[in-house]
């Protein structure tokens, strides 16, 4: 099997439309790094390439009259590595979670950011399941309506 056959097989199926996800993984990628097997959502937007599904996630939390604590879960990919040197590369494939209370535009408001890898999340999902850390209750705007 070769690696753009192997990569092909392991692309998910979208739970929208039934076919692959992506339709092939992009040429720049085989054809700039032949020696390195990048994962096939490499440079991915999180979007279905067949139907168009966003399978980013937004959320809003209403913290205050009339304003939401806002956060946003896209796909994302970091490549770390030597600066320079392209035979000595890794590609972390995850998402960039955003969060935004206020005005972002005015600068009143508080952002947050972090890119977590695909590991790093699983890892988190099953921890949580057990954990207390889901039990909280959350005091937000909706509590008291
Ligand atoms: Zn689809």
């Not at 692959?20 to 937007?45: A, L």
Request: aromatic share 10%; net charge negative.
């Amino acid at each position: 099997m070769n690696v753009m056959s192997e990569l092909t097989t392991i692309i998910p199926i979208c739970k929208y439309c039934g076919h692959r996800i992506r339709k092939r993984i992009p040429d720049s990628i085989t054809q700039q790094y032949s020696n390195k097997v990048s994962p096939w959502n490499h440079e991915w937007d999180g979007k279905c390439e067949c139907c168009g599904h966003d399978y980013s996630i937004y959320m809003g939390t209403p913290v205050l009259f009339g304003q939401k604590k806002k956060t946003s879960v896209k796909a994302d990919s970091q490549m770390i590595g030597e600066p320079g040197d392209l035979d000595d590369y890794r590609v972390l494939s995850g998402v960039t979670i955003k969060t935004t209370i206020g005005d972002e535009v005015m600068g009143n408001g508080a952002f947050g950011e972090v890119f977590l890898t695909a590991n790093e999340l699983k890892g988190l999902i099953n921890i949580l399941k057990e954990s207390p850390l889901l039990e909280q209750f959350d005091y937000d705007f909706s509590t008291y309506i």
